[in-house]
């Protein structure tokens, strides 16, 4: 059975960072595409990041650019999110996400495997 559990979010003030980790079980990670992505209040999920099965490639949201990096570590079966200068505009349910196959996509219906999520809140 695969299983991806998320920790390590919280409540932040406006500029602040947090570090999001995802540990994976049931698969075998290395030969999996991981990604992260997000839904606000009312809004739809979106995409955040992606890397490939070998961390050497790498996807982001324009919107995070430059503030976010996805890492991951297969020996310990985990992907991480380092969030910095959160903003309100950051506030969501962050998703981490694994696929089969090499090219970090940033289309979510391409994920197979889905964490339940945990809550980011950036206060102003």
């Known amino acids: 059975q695969v299983q991806l559990v998320e920790s390590g979010g919280g409540l932040v003030q406006a500029g602040g960072s947090l570090r999001l980790s995802c540990a994976a079980s049931g698969l075998t990670f290395s030969l999996n595409t991981a990604g992260w992505f997000r839904q606000g209040p009312g809004k739809e999920r979106e995409f955040v990041a992606a890397i490939s099965w070998r961390g050497g490639t790498t996807n982001y949201a324009d919107s995070v650019k430059g503030r976010f990096t996805i890492s991951r570590d297969n020996a310990k079966n985990a992907v991480y999110l380092q969030m910095n200068s959160l903003n309100p505009e950051d506030t969501a349910v962050y998703f981490c996400?694994?696929?089969?196959?090499?090219?970090?996509?940033?289309?979510?219906?391409?994920?197979?495997?889905w964490g339940q999520g945990t809550q980011v809140t950036a206060s102003s």
């Open positions: 996400a694994a696929r089969a196959g090499m090219v970090p996509t940033t289309v979510d219906k391409e994920y197979q495997y």
